[in-house]
């Protein structure tokens, strides 16, 4: 049955990178292209956000952040207020948190990281597609709640085009402001909870994996 689900996901799953693959030099988008392209839905006012998972954004769970859980987000990125380099180690926290947060509602707690195709259409489960909106509707909440100071949300980019021996994947992307470097923060490569790999995004772009 997960074969049958791998095949049934499969035609939609490399469309939608192939989709992906051409926001990679729109770095400097708004956010909201990416949604319209991947079937996505933007975060709704300061709280509330649409989960994608089963890959390539094919199932979406609204999920509405309480009071507490935006104070919790604030104090999170808050410990990185000294400077751009320590707001990137707060939001790999943050990133964690919320997700933490939201996969019992979502069912996503064991959701696998890195490449598992055998799980593909599983409601819970999340691709890079997945990963790269869901990373960045939480930056847009806490953008909008105005607890990032140094860095603003940028739209998600894609590598790979399986041509040049690489696999397609996405990242969210955020930039350090004003004019600043722009970094991936990729939740895609670790399974649900574990912070997510940050770093310089034209080293993203190069790296193999």
């Known amino acids: ?10 035609p939609a799953l490399v469309l939608s990178l ?17 949604y319209a392209a991947h079937d996505g839905v933007m975060p709704r006012g300061e709280s509330r956000i649409y989960v994608c998972h089963a890959f390539g954004c094919a199932r979406k769970t ?3 952040f309480t009071e507490k859980d935006l104070r919790t ?3 999170i990125l808050a410990r990185g207020k000294a400077s751009a380099r320590e707001e990137r180690k707060a939001i790999a926290r943050a990133i964690a948190w919320s997700e933490k947060r939201i996969g019992p ?19 819970g489960q999340m691709d890079c597609i997945d990963e790269a909106t869901n990373t960045t ?11 990032l100071r140094h860095h603003e949300v940028r739209v998600p980019v894609a590598r790979g085009f399986f041509l040049d021996g690489r696999y397609p994947h996405a990242t969210a992307v955020v930039a350090e402001r ?8 990729d939740s ?19 790296a193999r994996g």
Do not use: T
């Not at 049955?1 to 499969?10: K, S």
């Not at 192939?18 to 990416?34: D, E, L, M, P």
């Not at 996503?108 to 409601?123: H, I, M, R």
């Not at 940050?198 to 993203?204: F, G, Q, R, S």
């Open 137 to 147: 509707s939480v930056l847009l909440v806490a953008a909008r709640n105005g607890y």
């Open 62 to 64: 609204p999920v509405q």
């Open 73 to 75: 987000l604030r104090a």
């Open 18 to 34: 192939f989709v992906a693959a051409g926001c990679s030099g729109q770095v400097n988008g708004h956010a909201g292209s990416w």
């Open 1 to 10: 049955m997960r074969h049958q689900g791998l095949i049934r996901a499969m």
């Open 178 to 185: 004003p004019g600043g470097a722009a970094y991936a923060v």
């Open 105 to 123: 509602e979502v069912g996503s707690s064991a959701d696998v990281g890195g490449y598992d195709l055998y799980n593909a259409g599983v409601p």
């Open 188 to 206: 895609w490569p670790k399974a649900n909870g574990a912070p997510p790999v940050i770093m310089p995004l034209e080293a993203w772009f190069a």
